[in-house]
């Protein structure tokens, strides 16, 4: 048999991924937006798990619907529904319009914002006024954002300063997306010794740190290890909704890259299963939901499974492309209307009391 000295590499990389430019960034950042509204970036067969879930119809609930109370508080800022926009994008020019028309549309509802990653601004901060938004939204509950990862090339606690500064946020999220990584031609897959640097942050950022998945939720070790480390909240950020290895996918610039990307169409932790692992983890700390949520009803569940907040992202996106902050409004109003009803079938009068209610599996 011949022998070759073309050993095939561990993982797949770009001849340039070490060498990438700002313009690289700017075009990846612009990619990730068109891919999200022009392609399938869902997953196949897995689901968020939420459909397994129902609540017990109240026929009778003794409650008036005018007088269900959505309004909860979040690190001592008050939100008059539980919805998050999920941190989507930043760093081009049409990412800085889609940011001030959700943000400008979060302030008029009152509900939270997270920023996409800022690591394009901390490296050409001509791009922080992509990310900037406190100018239409002073009082929104808003978080900054970077690559947990970074903390591992480079980054330190005074870029995270200057990520929460730049923006005036409330908290920091550190995202944790290791798959993303692994099959982005470009992307940092040494998460080693990771979890030190995240705790080191923790404990001396001066506002609160959020860990976030990106789609693929956290096991139950994973939080508990967050948890000591410090964060002040978890975002599960789990499986059921946007798949990005999917979008890498329609990004790879070789098919042997698309192929490894596809295959895992279908990994993660869904949604309802990450978010009672978070949740058992962290009793006393905020649980953020995210991850494929439809509509008020899975958002009345994820409550009631043990949320404090419930994200959305391509939805929101979505809406800020076709309809602006009127379109926005519209989506925040209607999913909040879903969850009064839902509150309100389910004898709940308020969310501390939907947190509360019992639902029912499927089997």
């Known amino acids: 048999m011949q022998k070759t000295n073309d050993a095939q590499p561990s993982r797949i990389k770009s001849p340039t991924a070490n060498n990438l430019s700002d313009e690289t960034h700017e075009s990846r950042k612009a990619d990730h937006i068109r891919i999200n509204l022009e392609k399938d970036v869902a997953f196949n067969k897995l689901t968020t798990g939420l459909e397994q879930y129902f609540f017990l119809h109240q026929a009778l609930p003794e409650l008036d619907l005018d007088k269900i109370d959505t309004t909860t508080s979040v690190f001592g800022k008050k939100l008059s529904t539980p919805l998050l926009i999920s941190s989507m994008t930043g760093g081009t020019a049409e990412a800085r319009q889609i940011n001030q028309t959700l943000a400008a549309a979060a302030q008029e509802v009152g509900i939270a914002m997270g920023l996409g990653s800022q690591r394009a601004a901390i490296e050409d901060r001509s791009l922080a006024a992509t990310y900037q ?84 939720g956290f096991a139950g070790e994973t939080a508990r290890q967050l948890v000591e480390a410090g964060v002040a909240a978890i975002d599960v950020a789990g499986a059921g909704g946007t798949s990005w290895s999917q979008v890498e996918m329609y990004r790879a610039p070789t098919a042997r890259h698309a192929r490894v990307a596809g295959a895992f169409i279908d990994w993660g932790i869904p949604t309802a299963v990450s978010l009672q692992y978070c949740r058992a983890a962290a009793p006393n700390l905020p649980i953020f939901a995210s991850g494929g949520i439809r509509n008020g009803i899975d958002v009345a569940k994820c409550i009631a499974l043990g949320a404090n907040l419930v994200g959305f992202a391509g939805d929101f996106l979505r809406a800020a492309d076709k309809g602006g902050v009127a379109g926005v409004i519209e989506m925040a109003a209607m999913i909040t209307d879903e969850l009064r009803v839902s509150m309100f079938c389910s004898g709940s009068g308020d969310l501390l009391a939907l947190s509360q209610t019992p639902l029912l599996r499927e089997f």
């Open 133 to 216: 938004v406190r100018n239409v939204a002073p009082d929104i509950l808003l978080f900054a954002n970077l690559g947990a990862v970074q903390l591992n090339y480079g980054y330190g606690l005074e870029h995270c300063r200057r990520a929460v500064d730049m923006i005036e946020a409330d908290a920091l999220i550190l995202h944790f997306n290791a798959l993303q990584e692994a099959v982005q031609p470009e992307g940092d897959g040494n998460f080693a010794g990771l979890l030190a640097k995240v705790e080191a942050v923790c404990r001396a950022l001066p506002v609160p740190v959020i860990a976030k998945e990106v789609g693929w």
